[in-house]
């Protein structure tokens, strides 16, 4: 895995967009949920993302990853996050990223939390059509199971096989996790 | 392998515990594996807040997701158009426009100072590790790097290198062409990375041509062995094919490309977009001749041939003619000033010129040449 994240920040540096939009659907939610958790504001946690993945763009060639991509790009947003709410809740991005060591188990944590919700969402995206629909309806909206049945026409019992088959797909994928 | 899920302990369980709906006996099942082991009570807390927060789901669906990529993308278009300033018209590429774009790249990504234009000498950027070198149209440069490593580079090219290679690989970044004789290095493999694929290469001689604003991509192999690595989007894995010396491989990046008549002269089966396609064994002095200041020109159209005039004398060239441009010429040129270059293809070809600066006009016989 690794290996192809190099891989892919190779061809970005010699200005490959493609293998940095895939860059950046791999590491969108992680990097949002991340830095969300840091600033509790949604709409800065996305801006930052945005803002760090046009940085990034822009100073390719100055950045040299020869380990993990991956650490790089979660050091870098919390760095960015926490810079966010120090400079009095202004947006601007800088990239020589230097941990620091008093915030170690935190940043773990937050990191940690974002991985498990990551996996969650992917989990429902990848649930069968039905199953999909019943499970957001139950948990975006709040639905209870007698409204869902009556929305989508089918019985109570139905629902509740679809919101327990869901769970069961979750936990098979939380525990290869 | 998630170690906190064990025995009798799902998912399912979990969210009822959360939710309140669990019996007695499951509630304390849950209890004791709470009890167990503090990492249980810590995963159990980060499960709980996830539950908790569906509303990220939201947030993170791919619509939203999408838009932010367009977002991205379009700001990357703007930032590159102003970075390049290359024109898409062949026979219109003014050449000190495109050197004079570089380096207002340059001073907007290092905002600092740069060394003088000098092909022999490096540029170097401040805050990175790289050096970048740019070969104008009408020039030619030749490095050592630091492995013994020789490079030709053509003109209007540039090279972006470490200052010094790292412990896996020699990885270099070109846009244009250059010449390598690899050193033998059994533990690094010198990788040279273009728009679209990389070329990796461990005791080899060979010719790479990647100019970005061109529709081909190629590698020609004289001695050793290289093979081209593209990112397969559709199957998510990197394909590798392997060259042999004297063949060519010919990457194509896009439908309907702008081909050479050399390129179709070299191979035997049909170009397709995104696909490496191999040459038939060919003349690889020809592909490499560009070093030796020689132009070779085998049955080209003057369109052709004038574009490669610009790019080695760094000039502009206007053809004013539809027909002139159509007409073939065969020979080599060597060593020679543009003028004389013209003088030459003037024994075969019927044309007027006239040099206004660094603009010529190609024009028929019977035009009379205005000032």
């Known amino acids: ?177 | 392998m998630n170690m906190f899920l064990s025995g009798n302990i799902t998912i399912e369980l979990l969210v009822g515990y959360i939710e309140g709906s669990l019996n007695d006996p499951h509630r304390d099942e849950v209890h004791h594996w709470l009890e167990t082991d503090p990492a249980n009570w810590e995963f159990f807390n980060r499960f709980k807040e996830a539950w908790s927060n569906p509303q990220e789901l939201i947030e993170l669906s791919k619509e939203n997701q999408e838009k932010d990529w367009s977002f991205i993308s379009m700001t990357l278009h703007e930032s590159d158009k102003v970075k390049s300033g290359r024109n898409s018209k062949r026979l219109f590429s003014r050449w000190w426009i495109r050197v004079a774009a570089v380096f207002v790249m340059f001073l907007s990504i290092t905002g600092g100072y740069y060394l003088g234009r000098n092909t022999n000498r490096p540029l170097s950027l401040t805050g990175g590790g790289y050096h970048e070198i740019v070969v104008p149209a009408g020039e030619k440069s030749k490095l050592i790097l630091s492995d013994g490593t020789k490079v030709w580079i053509n003109a209007g090219s540039t090279l972006r290198l470490p200052n010094q290679f790292n412990y896996i690989s020699r990885d270099i970044w070109l846009d244009g062409e250059a010449y390598f004789e690899v050193t033998h290095d059994k533990v690094r493999p010198f990788l040279v990375h273009t728009s679209d694929l990389d070329i990796r290469a461990l005791g080899t001689k060979f010719n790479v041509k990647a100019y970005s604003d061109e529709d081909v991509i190629e590698a020609t192999l004289i001695e050793g062995l290289i093979s081209l690595e593209t990112w397969n989007i559709f199957n998510n894995r990197v394909d590798e094919v392997f060259v042999q010396p004297n063949h060519k491989a010919i990457f194509v990046k896009k439908k309907n490309p702008v081909i050479s008549d050399e390129i179709i002269r070299e191979i035997d089966e049909p170009l397709r977009p995104k696909r490496i396609t191999i040459s038939k064994p060919i003349q690889v002095e020809q592909t490499i001749s560009w070093r030796e200041g020689k132009l070779v020109f085998i049955d080209e159209t003057f369109e052709n041939i004038a574009s490669k005039l610009e790019r080695r004398f760094g000039v502009s060239i206007l053809i004013e003619n539809e027909q002139i441009k159509k007409v073939r010429y065969t020979g080599v040129l060597k060593n020679i000033s543009v003028e004389q270059a013209l003088k030459a293809i003037q024994f075969t070809a019927r044309f007027n010129y006239s040099i206004h600066d660094n603009t010529i006009i190609i024009t028929d016989e019977t035009t009379v040449d205005q000032k």
Request: charged fraction near 25%; include cysteine; glycine fraction near 2%.
């Open chain 1, 1 to 177: 895995m690794p290996e192809i994240d190099l891989y892919l920040w190779a061809r970005v540096q010699s200005g490959d967009k493609e293998a940095f939009e895939i860059l950046f659907h791999k590491y969108y939610s992680t990097l949002y949920l991340l830095s969300k958790r840091y600033t509790k504001d949604f709409t800065a946690a996305r801006e930052i993302v945005q803002r760090l993945f046009i940085h990034l763009w822009e100073h390719r060639m100055q950045i040299n990853i020869t380990l993990s991509l991956n650490a790089y790009l979660l050091q870098a947003i919390r760095f960015n996050s926490i810079r966010y709410l120090e400079n009095d809740r202004k947006i601007g991005i800088r990239l020589d990223v230097i941990p620091e060591s008093n915030y170690e188990k935190e940043f773990h944590d937050h990191i940690e939390y974002a991985e498990l919700q990551r996996m969650i969402l992917d989990t429902i995206e990848s649930l069968p059509e039905q199953c999909r629909k019943v499970f957001k309806l139950s948990r975006f909206e709040q639905l209870k199971y007698a409204v869902i049945a009556q929305q989508l026409g089918i019985s109570v019992k139905t629902v509740e096989g679809h919101i327990t088959k869901a769970l069961k797909i979750l936990h098979e994928n939380l525990h290869d996790f």
